[in-house]
């Protein structure tokens, strides 16, 4: 975690921590309905207020909006577990790989939180302090794949504009965490990392045309070609996620790894027969 993020985390709970009494109480007194506070009006009332914004404090409204975002991504994660062939499958092989996955360690957090610490859009949350180097910064990211101690996947609440991003999210971190289980991964190996990397964008979905168009990317092979317009977005996201990497000393470095591996790891397509 880069000590700029820690600042202005430690600065949001501390905020957070002065106003909530004080809100609770004049939110409540604003709205004179301190009698009862447990009646259906009050608690209507109340989430009226904090819909509005009127006589709620920032914090509290924000606290509010963290909840609702915690419970969507988790309701979305459990009908996915449940129901997405893609995530079934995925699950399904790295069990009878040997690595069994939890539904408790596919997990939803507020991004920002001390489980967040990767910072960026990399998919492999690699632990070091070493943050000064890393170029591009991503501009957000939606999940992580925590390898240690057991083998978790983050996903950051509040952070997904549709449940197929959720379930691409989840699809490209169990990749990770196939890889880790099958080949046993040293992530501050660049070259592991990209091939990872590669492997996760190509067989999630994270490349699809609808997702390049939604981050502005344009229409991939818009004029040579699906195929390549889709190769390029996979080699420009996994460059960004190895030179996130605090292993990765460069940009240079990172692309020099993801053009290294490059054939042998985009045509490996396990566990699926191919690209679907
Ligand atoms: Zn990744």
Not at 9 to 22: F, H, I, R
Not at 71 to 80: G, I, N, T
Not at 235 to 247: E, F, G
């Amino acid at each position: 975690m880069s000590s700029s993020s820690s600042n202005s985390n430690s600065s949001t709970d501390a905020t957070s921590l002065n106003n909530s009494p004080n809100a609770e109480t004049n939110s409540v007194n604003s709205s004179n309905t301190s009698s009862n506070p447990s009646s259906a009006f009050t608690r209507f009332l109340h989430k009226a207020q904090l819909i509005t914004g009127l006589g709620v404090a920032d914090a509290e409204r924000a606290k509010d909006l963290e909840e609702l975002n915690l419970r969507r991504c988790e309701k979305m994660k459990s009908e996915l577990i449940e129901r997405s062939p893609l995530i079934i499958f995925m699950l399904k092989h790295l069990r009878l790989s040997g690595c069994q996955v939890p539904e408790k360690n596919i997990f939803c957090v507020p991004c920002g939180s001390p489980y967040s610490s990767s910072g960026s859009s990399s998919s492999v949350a690699v632990s070091s302090s070493n943050t000064q180097n890393q170029t591009p910064v991503p501009p957000l990211h939606a999940g992580a794949y925590l390898p240690h101690p057991h083998g978790a996947i983050k996903l950051c609440a509040g952070h997904f504009f549709s449940k197929q991003h959720v379930e691409s999210t989840i699809a490209h971190e169990l990749v990770h965490m196939f890889d880790e289980c099958r080949f046993k991964v040293d992530w501050t190996n660049l070259r592991h990392h990209a091939c990872s990397e590669i492997r996760a964008n190509n067989l999630s979905g994270d490349c699809r045309w609808t997702r390049e168009l939604r981050r502005g990317e344009g229409i991939p092979g818009f004029g040579s070609g699906w195929t390549k317009g889709h190769q390029t977005c996979i080699r420009r996201r996994a460059i960004t996620s190895v030179a996130a990497n605090p292993a990765c000393p460069s940009l240079a470095h990172a692309e020099r790894a993801v053009n290294e591996v490059w054939e042998s790891c985009f045509t490996d397509t396990r566990p699926f027969d191919e690209v679907y």
